[in-house]
């Protein structure tokens, strides 16, 4: 069975290619059909191909399927152990429910096939990415779904926002990659090839004798951790995810939300042995992660875009998941990711059928009152809501409190990090509930020609799915039964993991964690149940305007960043480039046109000026032999 | 022994049959033209399983056959199914220049099933004197094809000068081909080599002899200084069987030339060894400069074909090391010849003999599959990874590396940077240029859709897992 895995990848690949020649004439909906059934089947496909981990028969097996080119470790292998199962079975699983979603969230759009390409597209270069078996095929995927992910923010390019928003990912990524390249380079100096096989195994280094000092793998890491900032929206490169929330609602909540960000964290856990060796590392990916979480928390307290709120609790949760591996609970992290994934993907899907009831409209100050309206929405909503503030027992409260646990446990300056968690904690309760408040419950505020009604069932059916997940998943692992920590086991083999503190400390941070969430919604219960005039206030008037602007990151980033970076392109453009550089190439250029042009005469259409050609050929070879012969 | 006798001939004689039947039949009946692809396709077909029996069996049993005329190897067996392969699809895509012409189509088929058959002789040749003879029958087919379009100045100018110049090289081969006789008393490629004339390898008139076989097949796969007429010749003749033409004779005229040097001439390798290495790097240099400056896309090939002759000819520096990646480049690079003329015979008419760039402008909108085709060619020819072409480079740079020619790698790397520009730019005007007039539309036909179809999937499927026709080529060895 294993040894076929490669299907769950070929599957959306063949789809986005019989979509991009046929999707067309395929049409509404089967376009979308095609594209679900695809991402459907590659689900089975990996669920039955996960059975041996469940049964804890196999520790995972590589796949080789052909070489590409010798010598880099480049080959199309791939790794079919735990860790890249359960990245697989979230990306096909939860893509399938947003595939079926999308077949009703797109119905009328003009583009309906090209998306369904896309996503398609999109699927098999997450495959590509988690289950690859070497960082040649894990950069492949890397830029592949930063293809797909422009791709599809820009879906609607006649919108001058979608295009510059697309554009704008795409930038910020590059520097990320740049950083991931670097490191990828400094892997195969060190080590000789890019498999993981031999990057990732202590044995291997002993057989190869690969001498690894602690600056050359702090460096290697992070390189590696630059390029995890800009997958993963963490500071300083986070600017971009805000924005991508131009794209549809299905791509924020598959690839925006559910699973490309996450691959700065999956790639960090995979590549745990070498974080390990290098804790200064690992101190700056949980800080990092830590101070994103509270900065972006901070910041979705006073957005008025319902897709915004849920870009920036994306970003402050994606900082638990980089605190979590950075304080070396890769179980943790993997963890909160897999949750994360069902209920953010829910609260997206949520806030997209409400969109859509809302004729487009995405500010929460003209909404309130929906929970009549769109009744299953709001119930799917409110679990979406009690899971990622963390309420017992939802899915939210096992990870999250196990990351905080686990910080907490590690003592010294970490109690700082766990401080921060735990006030991340509190604002998200304030401003989900503020969310939700504002949304679905207190009056409607919104204009008596607008008639919001229940979503197709297309588009419910994934939602009530997700929503059972939401509450269901995490009892994978919880503390009396950590299912899940016994499943990823094989692929920590070796690696030194945080664990919980022992005895009732757990107990008491997880009691104090939910009294701070439930705190911080009676209070936002309280204040936004009602409101509707505060919140219609202009933006950037009041005392809040700072973040109601993002702390206007962007602006400073325009001012510091983008300007200066326009006039140093602007000098390297017109000065060092256009006199300087293409005076060079043009030179070049100018002087083999020259030639050509030159050389144009000889070939001037006469058979006799063709023989001389030939002949001065046949002269000069024969004065070579000759001489060779007589000399 | 009876049995390789005529497995080793099978491919032969199957398109042989086809030829002579289809004349016949022609003649008497003037059946319709479903017929004569019956029986064209039919003996291609045939040929092509034959083949493949053929390579099954000199696997385990190479030998010369025919008292020494043709060898029954893989390598010769490998020559004939990719040469089966790119007459078929060569055929597809002339398909509709052949049916216009009710007089004398069935001519064009022959010609083109005679032309492999003087090839697929050119590759399993074990005697000079058999690739000579190969070398003729193809060529005056060529000259013949060159001319088809007995109206167009152009395409008479193409077969005249196509003549005079290829009865030029021939007569050198063949000058060669003696004083290879004078020198060693033997015209077959594995005596040549035999212990017997140990003592004679660096006589002059050995040595010239082997220049003057250099310049002759130098001349059939375009090579500069040898060039001239490629550009004439290829835009001259119908644009629907430039492709074949263009791949048929690189194939056959690599595989010839491989053989002879590698087999008969290994021991002077220090001798012919940077002779190949001047004539690749004046080829890629010539082929690329002059490229750039075309703004004909027909032309602008027949220079690129010219700088690949010169990318082909780096495996062979080293001898005989390098033939597995010559196999691979050739293969994947007549493939991509005949996709990309298969595009300009769809978009300018299979009997054109023009395709001015600027028809090509747009063509991103009137009809995405051609170009998609036609950028898919483009990005292999260049060498983008991911596509065959990047293979192929890949492969012959190692091989001229390891016979320690950096300096013509690194200059066959300038080449393919510089050739990316005129690539790119087939592409630009493909996609992003606009139109100014309302072009017309394009229609093509199944067969030509088909064959691009083939060549688009093979060139990606080589790209991206080159490993299965690397393992085949590097067993396609002379015996």
């Not at chain 1, 390990?276 to 800080?287: D, F, H, N, T, Y």
């Not at chain 1, 409190?401 to 970490?414: C, M, Q, W």
């Not at chain 2, 013949?144 to 005249?160: D, M, P, T, Y």
Request: glycine share 12%.
């Amino acid at each position: 069975m294993t040894e076929f895995i490669w299907i769950v990848i070929a599957l959306p690949l063949l789809g986005a290619v019989v979509l991009h020649f046929l999707g067309s004439r395929l049409g509404e909906p089967r376009a979308g059909l095609v594209g679900f059934g695809m991402v459907g089947a590659a689900f089975v496909i990996a669920a039955i191909a996960a059975v041996p981990f469940f049964q804890g028969e196999s520790h995972g097996e590589q796949v080789f399927l052909f070489d590409w080119i010798e010598g880099l470790g480049a080959a199309a292998s791939l790794l079919w152990d735990p860790l890249s199962a359960v990245m697989t079975l979230v990306i096909t699983g939860i893509g399938a429910l947003i595939h079926l979603y999308s077949i009703g969230y797109m119905h009328g759009d003009p583009g309906f096939s090209r998306f369904f390409t896309y996503l398609n597209l999109f699927i098999a270069s997450m495959l590509i990415l988690v289950l690859g078996d070497n960082f040649g095929l894990l950069f492949v995927g890397w830029e592949l779904v930063g293809l797909c992910s422009y791709l599809l923010i820009s879906f609607w390019n006649e919108k001058p926002s979608a295009a510059a928003a697309g554009k704008k990912a795409f930038i910020v990524n590059r520097i990320g990659d740049v950083g991931f390249l670097i490191a990828l380079m400094l892997i195969f100096t060190t080590f000789g090839t890019l498999a993981f096989d031999v990057v990732l195994s202590h044995e291997a280094w002993d057989v190869n004798g690969i001498e690894l000092g602690v600056g050359l793998v702090t460096a290697i890491t992070l390189l590696l951790l630059v390029g995890g900032t800009g997958k993963s929206a963490q500071l300083p490169l986070y600017m971009w995810l805000p924005d991508a929330m131009e794209g549809p609602t299905p791509v924020s909540a598959l690839i925006h939300a559910a699973t490309m960000v996450t691959a700065g964290v999956y790639m960090i856990a995979r590549t745990a042995v070498l974080f390990e060796l290098a804790p200064v590392s690992s101190a700056i990916v949980a800080s990092v992660g830590a101070v994103t979480a509270l900065f972006a928390a901070s910041i979705a307290l006073k957005q008025r875009d319902i897709k915004r709120v849920l870009a920036y609790s994306t970003i402050s949760q994606l900082g638990y998941m980089f605190l979590a591996v950075g304080v070396g609970a890769y179980v943790a992290g993997i963890f909160h990711l897999f949750t994360h994934a069902f209920f953010k993907a829910l609260l997206f899907l949520g806030s997209g059928a409400v969109i859509h009831a809302m004729a487009d409209e995405q500010d929460i100050g003209r909404m309130g009152g929906l929970r009549k309206a769109m009744p299953v929405t709001h119930m799917t909503q409110v679990v979406g809501w009690l899971a990622i503030i963390g309420i017992f027992p939802f899915a939210g409260f096992w990870s999250k409190d196990e990351i905080l646990a686990v910080t907490f446990g590690k003592g010294g300056g970490y109690y700082v990090l766990w401080a921060i968690g735990l006030l991340t904690a509190l604002l998200t309760a304030v401003y989900m509930t503020r969310w939700i408040a504002l949304t679905f419950w207190g009056e409607k505020r919104y204009a008596d020609d607008l008639h919001p009604h229940e979503a197709p069932g297309t588009m419910v059916l994934p939602l009530i799915v997700l929503a059972g997940f939401s509450v269901g998943v995490g009892f994978w692992n919880t503390p009396f039964l950590p299912s899940m920590e016994h499943f990823l086991e094989p692929a920590f083999e070796g690696v030194e993991q945080a664990h919980l503190p022992e005895g009732l400390v757990p107990w008491v941070l997880a009691a104090v964690s939910v009294g701070v969430a439930v705190v911080g919604a009676f209070y936002a219960y309280r204040r936004y149940r009602g409101a509707g005039a505060v919140e219609l206030a202009p933006i950037g008037k009041g005392s809040w305007s700072l973040v109601e602007e993002a702390y206007r990151v962007d602006d400073l980033a325009g001012r510091f960043i983008v300007s200066p970076g326009r006039a140093v392109s602007n000098f390297m453009a017109f000065v060092v480039d256009r006199d300087v550089i293409d005076g060079a190439v043009n030179g070049l250029a100018t002087a083999v046109r020259t030639a050509g042009e030159r050389l144009r005469p000889l070939q001037s259409g006469f058979v006799r000026q063709y023989g001389l050609g030939l002949v001065a050929g046949t002269v000069g070879l024969l004065v070579w032999f000759a001489s060779r012969g007589l000399g | 022994m009876t049995n390789a006798l005529y497995i080793g001939i099978g491919p032969i004689i199957a398109v042989t049959l086809g030829v002579v039947v289809l004349l016949m039949v022609e003649v008497t009946l003037h059946p319709a033209t479903r017929v004569w692809r019956l029986i064209s396709f039919g003996s291609l077909i045939s040929g092509f399983i034959l083949a493949i029996v053929q390579w099954a069996d000199a696997a385990n049993n190479p030998q010369p056959i025919f008292s020494h005329m043709l060898m029954h190897d893989g390598f010769s067996a490998f020559g004939s199914i990719v040469l089966i392969i790119v007459a078929a699809l060569g055929l597809l895509v002339a398909w509709p220049l052949v049916e216009n012409d009710r007089a004398r189509g069935a001519e064009l088929v022959a010609l083109v099933l005679l032309t492999t058959i003087g090839l697929m002789l050119l590759v399993s040749a074990a005697n000079l004197m058999m690739v000579f003879l190969g070398l003729e029958v193809a060529s005056i087919s060529l000259y013949v094809i060159a001319g088809f379009i007995r109206k167009g100045a152009r395409s008479n100018e193409a077969a005249v000068k196509y003549f005079l110049l290829g009865s030029f090289a021939s007569a050198v081969f063949l000058y060669g081909v003696a004083l290879v006789y004078a020198g060693t008393g033997t015209l077959e490629i594995t005596a040549i080599a035999g212990p017997q004339f140990a003592g004679l390898t660096q006589t002059p008139v050995l040595l010239v002899g082997i220049g003057l076989i250099v310049v002759g097949l130098g001349f059939k796969v375009s090579a500069a200084p040898f060039h001239m007429w490629a550009p004439d010749v290829y835009q001259g003749s119908a644009s629907g069987v430039t492709g074949f033409m263009n791949a048929g004779a690189k194939i056959a005229g690599f595989a010839a030339l491989a053989r002879i040097l590698v087999v008969s001439f290994d021991a002077q390798r220090g001798d012919w060894g940077p002779a190949l290495a001047v004539v690749a790097a004046l080829s890629m240099v010539v082929g690329t400069v002059l490229a750039i400056t075309q703004t004909d896309l027909k032309r602008m090939l027949a220079y690129s074909s010219v700088a690949h002759a010169g990318f082909i000819m780096t495996a062979l520096v080293g001898g005989g090391a390098g033939i597995d990646a010559l196999w691979f480049y050739v293969v994947t690079y007549a493939f991509q010849v005949v996709g990309a003329f298969g595009v300009v015979a769809a978009i300018s008419g299979v009997a054109s003999d023009e395709s001015a760039l600027k028809q090509y402008v747009g063509l991103g909108r009137r009809s995405p599959f051609l170009a998609g085709v036609l950028s898919l060619m483009m990005l292999a020819m260049a060498g983008i990874p991911l596509t065959a072409g990047f293979a192929g480079k890949f492969g012959v740079f190692r091989a001229a590396l390891e016979a320690g020619y950096t300096w013509l790698v690194v200059l066959a790397l300038v080449a393919s940077a510089v050739g990316l520009y005129f690539y790119l730019r087939v592409i630009v005007r493909v996609y992003i240029d606009q139109e100014t007039a309302e072009q017309p539309r394009v229609v093509i036909t199944d067969g030509m859709r088909f064959a691009l179809t083939t060549v688009a999937v093979l060139t990606v499927a080589f790209g991206v897992n080159p490993a299965p026709l690397l393992t085949v080529v590097s067993n396609a060895l002379p015996f």
